[in-house]
């Protein structure tokens, strides 16, 4: 059992990385035009997965208070943690600093990542057939997360190579997640609400503070609407995964 567990945590990471890594193959000029666009994709994306799976399934294991409280928590963690980027790239007392989206991304992926492998052992663990099906729909969930998240980094200043390495390693949170979960998982279900809503508290606030003003930076009425359909795509995407998948 725990190497069913194993290889599909695996499929279910590295098949996401995977999939969305065929963005990295177009050329350069069609990247720049899509990034922005995968920008507001990405943007709804997160807050789908934010306000419709991860507070929800928190929700359904823990007391609504404790749960909005960890999110509370969790925003002002990364508050302070993008102002540690912050401090450690720049010292002046006002400084305007692009691509620090970049790391909390990643670390908000880590957890999400973790959480998935969590789920993925659950299900094995119930039945083979239905851990086998969770792994799969963990691939195409996380894969229009994972285009999302390349069109961040590279936003960011972020290499193609740099990226893919980045984004691989945040998703292999996902196999020590599926082992913990297999070996301690009446433990690990006890705090995996507070992960997801940690999950969901970096997912926000990188939506809120880092994407949506540079969006709002586009001020013409067809970009407008452009972002404005993109970013309801994304949360679309999100929505018929969870509910119509």
């Excluded at 990405?42 to 294991?61: D, K, N, R, V, W």
């Excluded at 893919?164 to 998703?171: C, E, G, V, Y």
Aim: aromatic share 12%.
């Amino acid at each position: 059992m725990l190497l069913w567990i194993i290889i599909f945590s695996i499929l279910g990471s590295i098949g996401a990385v995977a999939g969305a890594a065929l963005f990295l193959v177009f050329p350069e000029s069609m990247r720049k035009m899509l990034v922005p666009s995968l920008i507001s994709y990405a943007t709804g994306t997160l807050l789908g997965a934010a306000f419709l799976g991860m507070i929800p399934a928190s929700l359904e294991q823990a007391p609504a208070i404790m749960v909005m409280a960890s999110v509370l928590a969790g925003m002002v963690l990364f508050f302070v943690l993008e102002k540690f980027v912050l401090w450690r790239h720049c010292h002046e007392d006002e400084c305007e600093m692009h691509g620090r989206a970049g790391p909390l991304i990643l670390i908000g992926d880590a957890f999400h990542n973790f959480v998935d492998g969590v789920v993925i052992a659950a299900a094995f663990l119930t039945s083979i057939p239905l851990g086998m099906v969770t792994a799969f729909a963990v691939i195409a969930h996380e894969v229009p997360q994972e285009i999302g998240d390349f069109a961040i980094l590279l936003d960011n200043g972020y290499s193609r190579t740099k990226a893919f390495i980045l984004n691989s390693l945040s998703a292999a949170a996902t196999l020590p997640g599926a082992v913990a979960a297999y070996f301690w998982l009446s433990e690990v279900s006890q705090v995996m609400p507070f992960i997801l809503a940690l999950s969901a508290a970096s997912f926000i606030y990188i939506a809120v503070a880092d994407l949506i003003p540079g969006l709002h930076r586009q001020t013409a009425f067809a970009a407008a609407i452009r972002q404005l359909i993109l970013l309801l795509a994304g949360i679309g995407t999100i929505t018929f995964f969870h509910f119509g998948g």
